[in-house]
């Protein structure tokens, strides 16, 4: 691999890391090991259940400006 | 200060200094905007390096030795440290809307130089100063809202009026954003046909990403966005079909819709339609914002405005009312200071910040990005033909809505446009008419479209680029109508609930939707006068909007500076003074004009007297075409005036319950007790601006911290846990 390839991949996983935590995609991972340092005893929600606790609690939304 | 450190500044003051000086001193040629780009960037450069560091340093004093909220409090959910740079693109998100692009447009009417000075002084002096001491002050509370703030600092009377005043504004300003909207969309097939797409696809994002992939928001969004442009493209199909009927509609109906879509959007669960809507808008601004950046950068169009025009002081002009001062300040609003960034100031954002000193970057670099957006707004405005711009923002009322009346119409104010001209402007962007499609989005829409054909595509893709820049305008406007109905939603739940209890229960069905549709009724009785308003509904709603907003903003500098004054720091409270005293003085003038004027342009009462009395005589007053529009021109300017009456006076008494409580902070011999939480020690290490320096890549080093990342400091001071970047390793 030349450096410049190299250089491109760290860019591109760089951009992919930034839009993943804008989203708020990494948000469940950051959940699950909240959870397990937390609790380690019990189940942790699996994506699908934490995606809907999610959604409620987006339904207050924070004021968007003009 | 190292030699290469002062090397640098002093290289940037002077560019600075060259594009003012050129902007200064050119009298009656037409100079190219690259001028006005090089004036405000180096502007902002010096201010985040000097000013904003020196409210950081002194008058805030920030401790990065000091926790914050995200990190004691961490709860993985709200509180939780969040990447400095992926927080200011939260946060960016939240604060940029519409209000900087229309804001600047309008102004433009007085010229290029007034608007541009006032955003990019503006910003640095108070816009941005606001947004990041009401940052930091919200998080040395936690995370407390500025209406609890208000209560807390200043006292019940200031909590009640700062409640009150931000309920009344939200309330306008969807009123306002939509009306841009109908403004847009009306006879307008393809952007009718285009926005309407977006709720079809925001529900099969919403769908996907409930059923299909849960959390794959990446991957919806680029498939959400795919679909997006497809649209754009479809809406000229559609536009030249047969359907083209189907999708042209009267402003009066494109009101009955929104209004409806408003109560839908408020009653629906946010998964469904808020949220992937939310994703959309977020990457369709930023991208169109870039975008623009390049654009004008290499485009380097022309200025065709005067610099100062006669609007500015010596005559009324079409597009609003007034003079320059306080009228300039008013109209440009978000762009150089707006209320409501003090809002997100005090919401999520102080909850996830990592460190104390990355107010600066967060709270002063954000604003100063929406700044940025701001001098884009006026440079695309300003390239228009003066003709063009005054034909396209002047109410249907004086231009008659026809080429030939509107050609004659701009002529009497002294600039030149043949009816062939609006015709062939209106064609290029494959738009029925040009005339009268006031609000600003279309005019910046036209700008946009000169300055993307001329860099990507060329002539050929003008209407597509204009549409493009409709699209974008449109789907945060409705962001911000769908969120905004739901945040007036929720306060007046918890409002009525002290009042009788199931109101206050978030998942009561009859009071969910009581309270949506006293929210919806409320701005759509606003957007539906300012859209039958025969004198033109921007130019009678915009001012109240602003007045409001910059109201928002006084109560906002009215906290940070009893703050300041209560925390012993009154020899600095000037930093937010000042701007306090400057904000209060344009705003109360502002209102008082609209109040007391006896010129029945500006003076809402005035209006009303003259059109009364002509009423009773039974006489029609010009533009109004018969007594119907007469009482409705009576009806509007009494409830403009009330409401600008009410806004003044709310921001009178929390000004004047703050001036007793400083009163009382100065005269106390001891400093009043103060209600920041107590320090407790920070374990994370993170960089304070955007990059790394040399130090800090050493602490992150020591700890085993990606280099421009961020971690934690264990006990021992022998190592950390994992670090979180996404460009390192």
């Not at chain 2, 190219?32 to 004036?39: D, F, P, Q, Y």
């Not at chain 2, 201010?47 to 409210?55: D, E, G, L, S």
């Not at chain 2, 816009?127 to 002050?137: E, H, P, S, T, Y």
């Not at chain 2, 959309?280 to 930023?286: C, E, G, W």
Request: aromatic share 10%; net charge neutral; proline share 5%.
């Amino acid at each position: 691999m030349t450096a410049a390839w190299r250089r491109l991949r760290r860019t591109l996983r760089g951009v992919r890391w930034y839009l993943a935590e804008l989203t708020g995609e990494t948000e469940y991972d950051r959940f699950v090991e909240h959870r397990k340092r937390l609790h380690p005893d019990e189940p942790v929600p699996s994506r699908r259940e934490y995606e809907r606790i999610r959604h409620e609690r987006l339904a207050q939304p924070g004021a968007r400006c003009c | 200060m190292k030699l290469k450190s002062v090397v640098t500044w002093t290289a940037v003051a002077i560019v600075g200094a060259v594009c003012w000086g050129v902007l200064a001193l050119a009298r009656g040629e037409s100079i190219s905007a690259i001028w006005l780009l090089g004036a405000a960037l180096g502007s902002y450069a010096i201010a985040y390096r000097f000013y904003a560091r020196f409210i950081c340093k002194r008058v805030l004093q920030v401790d990065d030795t000091r926790a914050t909220p995200a990190e004691r409090l961490n709860n993985g959910v709200d509180y939780h440290p969040t990447d400095r740079r992926v927080l200011l693109g939260h946060h960016f998100a939240a604060i940029a809307g519409a209000g900087p692009l229309v804001g600047p447009v309008l102004a433009a009417q007085m010229g290029y130089l007034p608007g541009t000075i006032w955003i990019i002084v503006g910003v640095i002096f108070a816009g941005a100063v606001q947004d990041m001491v009401i940052l930091f002050f919200s998080m040395r509370r936690n995370g407390k809202s500025l209406g609890q703030m208000a209560r807390e600092e200043i006292g019940v009377v200031g909590g009640v009026a700062a409640l009150l005043g931000v309920f009344v504004i939200m309330i306008i300003l969807l009123a306002v954003l939509a009306l841009v909207v109908v403004n847009a969309l009306a006879q307008s097939p393809w952007g009718t046909f285009s926005i309407a797409m977006t709720i079809p696809i925001a529900l099969f994002m919403g769908f996907y990403l409930r059923v299909v992939r849960p959390g794959k928001v990446i991957e919806t969004s680029v498939i959400g966005v795919a679909l997006l442009i497809l649209a754009i493209i479809a809406g000229g199909w559609v536009a030249q079909s047969s359907w083209a009927s189907a999708f042209t509609f009267d402003p009066e109906t494109l009101t009955l819709f929104l209004v409806v879509y408003g109560f839908a959007a408020s009653v629906l669960p946010v998964w469904m339609l808020l949220a992937p809507r939310d994703y959309l808008s977020t990457f369709m601004k930023i991208g169109t914002i870039v975008l623009l950046a390049i654009g004008v950068v290499i485009a380097a169009p022309v200025l065709q405005a005067d610099a100062v025009s006669k609007f500015a002081f010596d005559e009324i002009g079409p597009v609003f009312s007034g003079d320059l001062f306080p009228f300039v300040f008013i109209t440009i609003a978000c762009g150089a200071l707006s209320g409501f960034h003090a809002l997100v100031s005090s919401g999520t954002t102080p909850k996830m910040i990592e460190k104390e000193s990355q107010v600066r970057l967060i709270g002063y670099g954000g604003m100063l990005m929406e700044s940025f957006v701001a001098v884009a707004a006026i440079i695309a405005a300003c390239i228009l033909d003066p003709g063009l711009y005054f034909a396209m923002n002047s109410p249907a009322g004086v231009t008659g809505g026809a080429v030939q009346s509107a050609s004659e119409f701009v002529n009497s104010l002294g600039f030149v446009i043949t009816p062939a001209e609006l015709d062939a402007a209106a064609a290029a962007v494959e738009e029925e008419s040009l005339v009268s499609r006031t609000g600003g989005a279309p005019t910046l829409a036209v700008g946009m479209s000169d300055i993307f054909a001329q860099v990507f595509g060329g002539e050929g893709m003008r209407a597509f680029w204009y549409h493009f820049a409709i699209m974008f305008e449109a789907l945060f406007i409705l962001t911000t109508v769908d969120a905004g109905t739901r945040v007036g939603r929720f306060m007046l739940q918890d409002t009525l609930g002290n009042i009788y209890k199931p109101l206050g229960r978030v998942s009561w069905k009859p009071g969910l939707w009581f309270t949506s549709a006293v929210v919806v009724a409320a701005w759509g009785y606003f957007l539906w006068a300012g859209v039958t308003d025969p004198l033109g509904g921007i130019n009678q709603l915009f001012p109240l909007f602003g007045i409001a907003n910059q109201l928002l903003a006084a109560i906002a500098l009215t906290v940070a500076t009893v703050i300041l004054v209560k925390s012993g720091k009154l020899k600095w409270a000037w930093v937010t003074a000042v701007p306090l005293a400057w904000d209060a003085a344009v705003t109360l003038t502002a209102s008082w004009q609209k109040v007391f004027s006896d010129d029945p342009k500006i003076g809402f009462f005035a209006q009303r007297d003259q059109y009364a009395a002509a009423l009773e005589r039974g006489e029609v007053l010009a533009p109004a075409k018969d007594l119907d529009d007469m009482s409705t021109i009576v009806t509007n300017s009494t409830v403009d005036g009330v409401l600008a009456a009410l806004f003044a006076l709310l921001v009178v008494v929390v000004i004047g319950n703050a001036l007793v409580v400083c009163w009382r902070a100065v005269r106390s011999p001891e400093p009043l007790p103060t209600t920041e939480e107590p320090w407790q020690e920070s374990k994370i290490v993170a960089p304070s601006g955007l990059f790394a320096t040399a130090e800090e890549k050493k602490q992150l080093a020591a700890i085993g911290a990606p280099p421009n990342g961020s971690g934690v400091r264990t006990d021992d001071g022998s190592g950390g846990s994992a670090g979180k970047d996404g460009d390192s390793s």
